[in-house]
């Protein structure tokens, strides 16, 4: 069985299976394309959706429209498990919140954010171990950029944990 991904337009595979019989007889199953709002490029399985049939066209549309909605209404939670999230994503989410925009620090965070997200903002949350937090906090020591926090140890890594 060939697992090779191709556009639904092509009509025949490299290997040889003529794409639109298999589709006819239900052995082609669909995967979907788009960009997460930070502009990632995210595919994902029909078959990973629930209720719905990977082997079906009409299901990969319904898979795709959904995901579109989600984008249109920055739901990013409900688009990707929190796993797959990066740090610019999980910022936007964050300050579009209505509770967070009416924060009297609000600036503030979204410096703070901007400064760390220059660093880790196309990493994915969870891909982020202590000592890239620590490397970090000493990193903006050296530069002299640390001196406007407070003596709180925890400093910048603990900022990271309560935005999850
Ligand atoms: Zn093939």
């Keep these: ?60 549309r319904e898979a795709e429209a959904k995901r579109m909605v989600q984008k249109k209404e920055r739901r990013i939670f409900d688009m990707l498990p929190e796993s797959q999230m990066t740090f610019n994503e999980l ?19 979204k410096i703070k954010l901007d400064i760390f997200n220059a660093e880790f903002g196309n990493r994915v949350v969870s891909d982020i171990k202590p000592v ?15 001196h406007h926090r407070s003596g709180n140890p925890q400093g910048e890594g603990h900022g990271v944990q309560s935005l999850r």
């Design 1 to 60: 069985m060939c697992h090779k991904k191709q556009s639904t337009k092509i009509k025949k595979c490299s290997c040889g299976l003529k794409l639109d019989e298999a589709k006819r007889s239900k052995k082609v199953r669909y995967w979907i394309t788009y960009r997460m709002p930070d502009g990632r490029q995210r595919r994902e399985a029909v078959g990973a959706f629930e209720d719905l049939d990977a082997y079906s066209v009409s299901y990969a």
């Design 91 to 109: 910022t936007e989410w964050y300050l579009d919140l209505e509770k967070v925009k009416a924060l009297a620090s609000y600036d503030i965070i």
């Design 132 to 146: 890239d937090l620590e490397n970090y906090q000493s990193k903006r020591e050296r530069e002299g950029t640390g």
